[in-house]
């Protein structure tokens, strides 16, 4: 707490000598160590409160630049230690403004309060026509607006929680805007009712209204040239720049938007990216991502998905208007071109490829194709697992993870196999089987949600699938197993006793979140009978169902290890627990051969086409070897699936070996 004083006579006479003004000089404070000369061609009213300027900015270039207040106009503005503001070509009114920071060459910076700064901004998400507004405040996580956004059957939950963020809302509301410590803004327009953290860059934006910019220390936020915002929260770590003009969204922590994206009535969670398209009411879970101009996103949910060029969905069948939302769940991608009409749902890690208008449901169908062919949607049930592709990107998405601030607001969890994804496969197996006996085991193709099945897809479709439930089954089975420090039969099985509340049932996953539908249900339950009434209690629940998800698994893992092995695990004998790490041991070898073999299709002669420009073939194989970086057999993912192999094959013999010792 700083200690400010009047200024004395001659503090004022020399103001005065450098063309300063004020319409009440004792309204002035400063604080000890203050020098006048550091202030000139400045006019000044209402309250204002000075620090001291004694450091030297050092810009790009070599440029120097001494702290201080030059041509500048200020209401009611208290500005912290080692400030320099010079060039305000309008006027500075109602802010605070921490130490050493630099703002020059800005039009305006105005609080016109009382504001929030967009803290309570309704945005409508999915239903461009309302009825799933997500209402954002500055702590706002993927898995509290999922809540509000798709649980409004239950409208008790819906008023609590409109409740409990508006009072976050009333306690950030102010007059006073606030700009923090060590934020860089220039060369920037209009600035009004917005909100600034620390270490903040702002770089010749346009303008921006009625928002929360939450820099820090640990993860800075950047605004660059040419963008346009108003009604907003940024959060940390973000990046948005080169002509990006969004209104009424939320932006979360580590997201990138550039190259002239526009946006609308969105939310983006941890990790998003969106350059040159344009997004419409959408639910942008975490590492949501497209790149090109071509590409619309609009009122649909989506998480961890890429969209290919010319990707699109409408909304709008000219009837009652643009009232039809859809959901593309976790991992599912669109191919270039792609089209879907809403409503429609695409089941986790399913690739989209073509036209689709019959408002498909694939969502018990995940890791698929979905392909139009002759205007017919073509479904190859499980084809996704075998894909390099979708094993690459769950290995990249952890990687790639930008958050920087410790305060994590979105819970997210990279599993590519979880109870979320194997129960939506074991209702698979149940459905491609009724299929079977309805039409036949030799019908040509069967018909499913408005779409084809060919009769060579549903059984690869059902050998896929029965080789990654045998996998994560026999993974979370063999994690007990090597973690238990136990010496006998009896005390293994004591061992596999779950020790969690919650696994059993429905699993969900809440943009990015994977947990028990039943854990959620209860915590809903708690919200609505006001147990839980503060945004940082619900926060911290969000974090221990994430830090709790292994415990869950096991639960769950537990109760459908016998459902679909018919194996007791209270009852289980050691050769039949043997018998399941074998089984296990298989389908992974079995999968990552699959993957193995998806990969060498991009060392074939076929994608060797185009290299070796103006040779012969052995400039052309010596063309793609530099190009790509390796031959088939060195290639740093190739590598890593035969190393997993032996890996997990080690791992089997291991386990089996534990299990022996045992009798």
């Given at each position: 707490?700083?200690?400010?004083?009047?200024?004395?006579?001659?503090?004022?006479?020399?103001?005065?000598?450098?063309?300063?003004?004020?319409?009440?000089?004792?309204?002035?404070?400063?604080?000890?160590?203050?020098?006048?000369?550091?202030?000139?061609?400045?006019?000044?009213?209402?309250?204002?409160?000075?620090?001291?300027?004694?450091?030297?900015?050092?810009?790009?270039?070599?440029?120097?630049?001494?702290?201080?207040?030059?041509?500048?106009?200020?209401?009611?503005?208290?500005?912290?230690?080692?400030?320099?503001?010079?060039?305000?070509?309008?006027?500075?009114?109602?802010?605070?403004?921490?130490?050493?920071?630099?703002?020059?060459?800005?039009?305006?910076?105005?609080?016109?309060?009382?504001?929030?700064?967009?803290?309570?901004?309704?945005?409508?998400?999915?239903?461009?026509?309302?009825?799933?507004?997500?209402?954002?405040?500055?702590?706002l996580s993927a898995q509290t607006a999922?809540?509000?956004?798709?649980?409004?059957?239950?409208?008790?939950?819906?008023?609590?929680?409109?409740?409990?963020?508006?009072?976050?809302?009333?306690?950030?509301?102010?007059?006073?805007?606030?700009?923090?410590?060590?934020?860089?803004?220039?060369?920037?327009?209009?600035?009004?009712?917005?909100?600034?953290?620390?270490?903040?860059?702002?770089?010749?934006?346009?303008?921006?209204?009625?928002?929360?910019?939450?820099?820090?220390?640990?993860?800075?936020?950047?605004?660059?040239?040419?963008?346009?915002?108003?009604?907003?929260?940024?959060?940390?770590?973000?990046?948005?720049?080169?002509?990006?003009?969004?209104?009424?969204?939320?932006?979360?922590?580590?997201?990138?938007?550039?190259?002239?994206?526009?946006?609308?009535?969105?939310?983006?969670?941890?990790?998003?990216?969106?350059?040159?398209?344009?997004?419409?009411?959408?639910?942008?879970?975490?590492?949501?991502?497209?790149?090109?101009?071509?590409?619309?996103?609009?009122?649909?949910?989506?998480s961890f998905m890429n969209a290919g060029?010319?990707?699109?969905?409408?909304?709008?069948?000219?009837?009652?208007?643009?009232?039809?939302?859809?959901?593309?769940?976790?991992?599912?991608?669109?191919?270039?071109?792609?089209?879907?009409?809403?409503?429609?749902?695409?089941?986790?890690?399913?690739?989209?490829?073509?036209?689709?208008?019959?408002?498909?449901?694939?969502?018990?169908?995940?890791?698929?194709?979905?392909?139009?062919?002759?205007?017919?949607?073509?479904?190859?049930?499980?084809?996704?697992?075998?894909?390099?592709?979708?094993?690459?990107?769950?290995?990249?998405?952890?990687?790639?993870?930008?958050?920087?601030?410790?305060?994590?607001?979105?819970?997210?969890?990279?599993?590519?196999?979880?109870?979320?994804?194997?129960?939506?496969?074991?209702?698979?197996?149940?459905?491609?089987?009724?299929?079977?006996?309805?039409?036949?085991?030799?019908?040509?193709?069967?018909?499913?949600?408005?779409?084809?099945?060919?009769?060579?897809?549903?059984?690869?479709?059902?050998?896929?699938?029965?080789?990654?439930?045998?996998?994560?089954?026999?993974?979370?089975?063999?994690?007990?197993?090597?973690?238990?420090?136990?010496?006998?039969?009896?005390?293994?099985?004591?061992?596999?006793?779950?020790?969690?509340?919650?696994?059993?049932?429905?699993?969900?996953?809440?943009?990015?979140?994977?947990?028990?539908?039943?854990?959620?249900?209860?915590?809903?339950?708690?919200?609505?009978?006001?147990?839980?009434?503060?945004?940082?209690?619900?926060?911290?629940?969000?974090?221990?169902?994430?830090?709790?998800?292994?415990?869950?698994?096991?639960?769950?893992?537990?109760?459908?290890?016998?459902?679909?092995?018919?194996?007791?695990?209270?009852?289980?004998?050691?050769?039949?627990?043997?018998?399941?790490?074998?089984?296990?041991?298989?389908?992974?070898?079995?999968?990552?051969?699959?993957?193995?073999?998806?990969?060498?299709?991009?060392?074939?002669?076929?994608?060797?086409?185009?290299?070796?420009?103006?040779?012969?073939?052995?400039?052309?194989?010596?063309?793609?070897?530099?190009?790509?970086?390796?031959?088939?057999?060195?290639?740093?993912?190739?590598?890593?699936?035969?190393?997993?192999?032996?890996?997990?094959?080690?791992?089997?013999?291991?386990?089996?070996?534990?299990?022996?010792?045992?009798?």
């Amino acid at each position: 707490m700083k200690n400010y004083r009047k200024l004395t006579s001659d503090e004022i006479d020399s103001l005065k000598s450098q063309l300063c003004t004020a319409t009440d000089w004792d309204a002035i404070e400063v604080v000890d160590g203050f020098q006048a000369k550091y202030v000139r061609h400045c006019r000044f009213s209402g309250s204002i409160r000075l620090g001291k300027f004694e450091k030297v900015f050092s810009l790009p270039g070599g440029m120097q630049k001494h702290s201080g207040i030059y041509y500048a106009t200020m209401h009611n503005v208290t500005v912290g230690n080692d400030c320099c503001i010079e060039n305000i070509k309008n006027y500075v009114a109602n802010y605070h403004i921490g130490d050493n920071t630099f703002i020059e060459n800005v039009d305006i910076l105005l609080t016109d309060g009382p504001t929030s700064f967009g803290n309570g901004v309704e945005v409508t998400v999915l239903n461009e026509t309302g009825g799933r507004e997500v209402v954002i405040y500055d702590r706002l996580s993927a898995q509290t607006a999922y809540m509000m956004a798709l649980y409004r059957h239950r409208p008790e939950l819906i008023s609590s929680l409109r409740e409990m963020i508006a009072g976050h809302v009333a306690s950030v509301t102010s007059d006073i805007g606030y700009i923090g410590s060590n934020v860089i803004i220039t060369d920037t327009g209009y600035i009004k009712n917005v909100k600034v953290g620390d270490y903040c860059k702002i770089e010749g934006a346009s303008r921006l209204k009625n928002g929360s910019i939450n820099s820090n220390v640990y993860a800075p936020v950047h605004i660059g040239v040419g963008v346009i915002g108003d009604d907003f929260i940024i959060s940390s770590g973000s990046n948005v720049e080169d002509g990006v003009t969004f209104s009424r969204c939320f932006i979360g922590q580590a997201c990138k938007l550039g190259h002239n994206y526009s946006a609308t009535d969105s939310l983006f969670f941890g990790n998003c990216q969106g350059e040159n398209g344009e997004a419409c009411s959408i639910f942008a879970g975490p590492y949501t991502v497209t790149h090109h101009k071509s590409t619309l996103l609009i009122a649909g949910m989506f998480s961890f998905m890429n969209a290919g060029s010319g990707s699109n969905q409408s909304n709008h069948m000219y009837k009652l208007g643009p009232i039809h939302q859809g959901i593309m769940e976790r991992g599912a991608k669109t191919a270039s071109d792609s089209y879907i009409l809403w409503p429609a749902k695409v089941g986790a890690f399913s690739l989209v490829m073509g036209r689709h208008v019959s408002h498909q449901d694939t969502s018990d169908l995940p890791f698929s194709y979905l392909i139009e062919q002759q205007n017919t949607s073509f479904i190859m049930p499980g084809a996704n697992l075998k894909s390099v592709g979708t094993i690459r990107d769950a290995k990249k998405w952890p990687q790639r993870d930008a958050r920087k601030d410790p305060d994590r607001l979105d819970q997210i969890n990279y599993n590519l196999l979880s109870p979320y994804t194997i129960q939506k496969m074991l209702n698979a197996v149940n459905i491609l089987k009724q299929l079977q006996k309805v039409s036949g085991v030799t019908s040509d193709a069967y018909t499913y949600q408005s779409g084809k099945i060919k009769n060579s897809s549903l059984k690869k479709g059902l050998k896929y699938y029965g080789i990654a439930i045998d996998k994560f089954l026999g993974n979370s089975l063999i994690t007990r197993l090597m973690s238990s420090d136990v010496s006998s039969l009896a005390e293994l099985r004591e061992a596999f006793i779950p020790q969690s509340a919650y696994g059993e049932g429905d699993w969900i996953d809440m943009a990015g979140l994977i947990v028990p539908k039943q854990a959620v249900s209860d915590l809903m339950d708690a919200i609505e009978n006001k147990e839980i009434d503060s945004v940082d209690e619900l926060h911290s629940r969000f974090c221990e169902f994430h830090k709790e998800y292994y415990r869950y698994e096991w639960h769950w893992v537990y109760k459908v290890l016998e459902n679909y092995y018919g194996i007791c695990l209270q009852e289980a004998t050691i050769d039949q627990l043997s018998d399941l790490v074998r089984r296990w041991k298989e389908s992974v070898v079995s999968l990552d051969r699959m993957i193995y073999d998806d990969a060498r299709k991009e060392f074939s002669l076929s994608s060797m086409t185009s290299f070796g420009a103006d040779g012969n073939a052995y400039d052309r194989d010596q063309d793609f070897m530099q190009v790509r970086g390796s031959s088939f057999e060195s290639d740093p993912f190739v590598q890593t699936v035969k190393e997993h192999i032996e890996v997990k094959s080690a791992l089997g013999e291991a386990a089996l070996a534990r299990l022996a010792s045992l009798k």
